[in-house]
């Protein structure tokens, strides 16, 4: 199924004529790749599918939000010697140098020059290019780092299953520290990482980029399913509608609230614009206009929805508020 799921991909994906140019993000060469079990490293369960996108952890009850690319070069001593590149064309957003999280050392860069302005994140890294800077042009390809297997000592990695955690996804919004501040007040700790906090990212998944070395990332995510939908009331316009605008339909500067289609992860692909006195406008802030039946059992697992598997789940709560964190008079 794996192998299949791959092969799909690479047909899906091929050819676009508005595309990016996306290289391969370690020294594995990519023309040997021809499954998943050519390039995932797997979790100690030794399962392949754990190191890949999805509901893959602690048996598929855990979701992991990219691919663990493991290493094709290793040092006489069994450390990792692959190279990190940047898989776009693009510019450093955020590198953290600390051990202050399962991520370890890791890099994000966003890439404007995509059709839809994802970032890229590299992680658990040996060492990040000291020369970099948070808003250097990195050109597609460039090296930016060496694999590692940083992370922090509640969740180490050992140097036998070091990989490249590589992710890809959107931004939620530009006001998440009033979100962070207003959730968790003093009980919580700072918000070290500020708008790259991992609550503040939406990731998926990885496969669809990699799968060619010319994609359309708009296609690529107007192709997810929608699992899920969303109604929400308000006339003020949310940063991720002006950030991401190719995922819009409709007139943001008259709407009187959104329709949001949602992939069964919770990442919103698509946001249709309710002008004033539309039918689908609704009676509270907030409410479900749609399940797939398809994708309950994922969502509920994923807590996109609640236990009862109608009422909206925790996750799906917070991105939403996340979301409108910058619409609140």
């Not at 050109?139 to 509640?154: D, F, V, Y």
């Not at 398809?294 to 009862?308: C, H, N, P």
Request: charged letters at 20%.
């Amino acid at each position: 199924m794996i192998r299949y799921l791959l092969i799909a991909c690479l047909l899906t994906y091929s050819g676009n004529l508005k595309s990016i140019e996306v290289v391969w993000p370690t020294s594995m060469d990519r023309r040997t790749i021809h499954s998943f079990d050519d390039f995932i490293q797997p979790t100690a369960s030794e399962k392949t599918i754990s190191g890949c996108f999805g509901m893959v952890r602690d048996n598929c009850r855990r979701f992991h939000e990219g691919l663990d690319i493991r290493p094709s070069i290793v040092n006489n001593n069994g450390e990792p010697a692959d190279l990190i590149f940047s898989a776009m064309a693009g510019q450093v957003a955020y590198i953290n140098q600390g051990l202050n999280g399962p991520y370890g050392k890791y890099i994000i860069l966003v890439h404007p020059q995509a059709e839809v302005p994802v970032y890229t994140l590299y992680a658990h890294l040996a060492a990040i290019d000291q020369s970099l800077r948070v808003g250097d042009a990195v050109p597609r390809g460039k090296p930016i780092a060496i694999m590692g297997h940083t992370s922090i000592a509640s969740s180490p990695i050992p140097k036998d299953r070091a990989h490249l955690h590589f992710e890809v996804g959107l931004r939620l919004s530009d006001s998440f520290n009033q979100w962070y501040k207003e959730k968790f007040g003093k009980d919580e700790a700072p918000n070290i990482h500020g708008v790259w906090n991992g609550q503040n990212l939406t990731g998926f998944d990885p496969t669809n980029l990699l799968a060619s070395t010319n994609v359309n990332v708009a296609d690529v995510i107007r192709s997810m399913p929608t699992a899920l939908a969303v109604t929400v009331r308000t006339n003020q316009t949310p940063d991720f509608v002006k950030r991401y605008p190719k995922l819009v339909v409709g007139d943001p500067n008259t709407a009187a609230g959104w329709y949001i289609e949602f992939t069964w992860h919770g990442m919103p692909k698509r946001w249709t614009a309710l002008p004033a006195g539309s039918s689908q406008l609704p009676s509270t802030t907030f409410e479900i206009a749609r399940i797939d039946n398809s994708y309950r059992d994922s969502m509920v697992l994923r807590k996109i929805l609640a236990t009862d598997s109608r009422s909206p789940g925790e996750n799906l709560i917070q991105n939403v508020q996340i979301l409108f964190a910058n619409c609140r008079n």
